[in-house]
């Protein structure tokens, strides 16, 4: 049933203002009445990642349900898990709008909200009313106007202990002003440091770990992936999110919404942000945690980033266009992939065209 009317609600979506058609679809998954994924569990999909179990790859990314309004729906049409966000420590409005544009030629957008949420307490309340079955992460960053950014982190590691099943420390938004600054590595460390500290003193309060992931841009030097790589090897991280929007306009057919300041995000991120996360995975080895963001459109490219060195992977620009039916068939698809190839797991393609994607310039 998704299938057949998204057409006509991309119609009728795509006559109003971008953000207005986001507002309308969090309504819409607020109402229940879209149907729940009827595809039962794959065993072949269920991945092991930093002491959780996903039951299939796909997630929803951050910045989709940024005030926790509708995590279970979501996770109804088909992901693995979900992550709201991005959230700080207190509300703030976000950029002036408008702040979204489509580019629909490319099937791409550009977003600069600026982190705009409702602040800690809003989705914490929200949060605390969730099964603590739910696989869903929280998605953290710092407010615009703050004195202290590390601080900012620091707070929402406390904030959400107790409902978060893991974290991401978001430092890689292109929209707010000096954000990305937390890459250089003095900074990292100091950030990575405290956050992380936090998350052991949580641990030891309440007996239970959150794993935290942190989450970078696509727009970096090969040095800058060394100094990055070389600071998560020093600490106790739990993974790595690969990647942010980008700020890189090339090959966009859609010139006239190009010269939009923001965040770069769909189809046209792909090969970037999967031959950044092939990089870490070199750099990071086996064994440590990756997630693939970027680009990821269908079945095929979901599996072309575990190819590339992801245990999991993240979508949402693509559903703008491809409407809520897109994890469902997307899970089905890698479903038929394993049935396919004669995997017993999903897993087994991982890093299979890792050096491809590695060999790749950024």
Request: include cysteine; hydrophobic fraction near 40%; charge should be positive.
């Amino acid at each position: 049933m998704k299938d057949l009317l998204w057409p006509v609600l991309r119609t009728g979506l795509f006559r109003v203002d971008p953000e207005q058609a986001h507002n309308l679809s969090i309504a819409g998954l607020k109402t229940g009445l879209l149907p729940a994924c009827d595809g039962g569990a794959d065993a072949r999909l269920a991945v092991a990642v930093a002491g959780l179990r996903f039951p299939n790859p796909l997630g929803l990314a951050a910045g989709y349900d940024k005030n926790a309004e509708v995590p279970l729906a979501a996770l109804k049409l088909g992901f693995g898990f979900t992550e709201i966000g991005t959230v700080t420590p207190r509300a703030q409005p976000g950029n002036p709008k408008p702040r979204l544009f489509r580019l629909v030629a490319d099937e791409a957008v550009i977003n600069r909200f600026g982190f705009n949420n409702e602040g800690h307490q809003a989705a914490l309340s929200r949060l605390q009313s969730l099964p603590a079955n739910a696989l869903v992460g929280v998605n953290i960053g710092a407010n615009k106007d703050t004195n202290d950014r590390v601080a900012d982190y620091v707070a929402g590691i406390r904030a959400f202990y107790g409902v978060a099943r893991y974290y991401t420390a978001n430092i890689s938004s292109p929209n707010t002003p000096g954000l990305r600054d937390l890459q250089a590595r003095d900074s990292l460390r100091e950030l990575l440091s405290a956050i992380l500290d936090a998350r052991e003193s949580e641990r030891q309060r309440s007996g239970r770990m959150v794993p935290v992931f942190l989450k970078i841009a696509p727009d970096l030097t090969e040095e800058g992936l060394d100094d990055i790589a070389a600071e998560i090897a020093a600490s106790p991280l739990d993974g790595l999110i690969v990647s942010n929007t980008t700020l890189s306009r090339d090959g966009l057919r859609d010139q006239r919404q190009a010269g939009e300041a923001g965040g770069l995000s769909g189809k046209p991120l792909f090969a970037k942000a999967t031959t950044v996360l092939a990089k870490m995975r070199k750099r990071l080895g086996a064994d440590f945690p990756l997630i693939g963001v970027g680009g990821v459109h269908s079945a095929e490219t979901a599996a072309e980033k575990i190819r590339a060195g992801a245990d999991l992977v993240q979508l949402y620009s693509a559903m703008v266009y491809e409407g809520p039916g897109l994890p469902q068939r997307i899970v089905r698809g890698l479903s038929d992939l394993c049935t396919r190839d004669k995997l017993k797991s999903i897993r087994e393609i991982r890093d299979s065209r890792l050096e491809h994607w590695a060999s790749q310039k950024i």
